[in-house]
């Protein structure tokens, strides 16, 4: 049981070049987010997807697209890399039967030169 | 605008010692409180979490303590081991889409 999968783990980046972060869970969560992790700002909400069909914006969405593929799957796009957007990106699931309770991957260090 | 303040940022403690962790919310609206702990390259993980409605929760060594009216709760791991040593964050959440408010976490080092 694999529960939340990122891929890639690491990623360099050229400014201006774009470039997707997967996530699946197997877990049969209806919820998945998108985090950005940043020494000393904790953990950030980028998008959320309630349930599949729906998204999102979280607390820092600007520079960043979503799309909820299926239940499972919820990939994170960065149009044009900045490289404010360097950062560790975590993707998480939850099941309304346990509110609060989040199931995070084991991220996916970005850098942006 | 951070919902949900957490001190210190970093804490050393020797084995067998306490260490605390406090946070403090704004939002009334908060209606869950877990906390989560990290290692290096991991993603962080459910460690324990209280609703609003008790006053101290304890599961093993880790405790927390929450004040309502103060709005502040913490995190007291007793007897700590270097094992423990690991991010720590406290977080806040509401019903409905539990969107979760995370703190900025606490660096945590138990030397032996």
């Known amino acids: 049981n694999a529960g939340v999968t990122q891929t890639p783990k690491f990623q360099v980046l050229k400014t201006g070049q774009s470039m997707t972060l997967q996530c699946a869970q197997d877990?049969?969560?209806?919820?998945m987010y998108w985090y950005r992790q940043d020494p000393g700002m904790g953990l950030r909400l980028i998008y959320y997807?309630?349930?599949?069909?729906?998204?999102d914006k979280g607390e820092v969405p600007n520079g960043y697209n979503v799309s909820r593929l299926n239940k499972r799957e919820f990939s994170l796009r960065l149009e044009s890399a900045a490289p404010s957007q360097t950062s560790v990106y975590f993707c998480?699931?939850?099941?309304?039967?346990?509110?609060?309770?989040?199931?995070f991957g084991e991220g996916s260090r970005l850098t942006v030169l | 605008q951070q919902q949900v303040k957490q001190s210190p940022q970093s804490l050393i403690v020797q084995k067998g010692g306490i260490s605390i962790i406090n946070c403090a919310y704004e939002n009334t609206a908060f209606d869950y409180f877990p906390w989560y702990q990290q290692f290096p390259g991991k993603g962080p993980a459910l460690l324990i979490a209280?609703?609003?409605?008790?006053s101290e929760k304890k599961e093993g060594r880790f405790t927390i303590s929450f004040n309502k009216s103060a709005k502040q709760f913490s995190l007291h791991i007793m007897d700590s081991q270097p094992g423990d040593s690991a991010t720590y964050f406290c977080a806040a959440s509401t019903g409905g889409y539990q969107k979760v408010t995370f703190g900025t976490g606490t660096k945590l080092q138990v030397i032996p």
């Open positions: 209280i609703r609003p409605d008790v």
């Open positions: 877990m049969n969560h209806n919820s």
């Open positions: 997807s309630a349930s599949e069909g729906t998204t």
């Open positions: 998480a699931s939850s099941e309304p039967t346990t509110p609060g309770e989040l199931f």
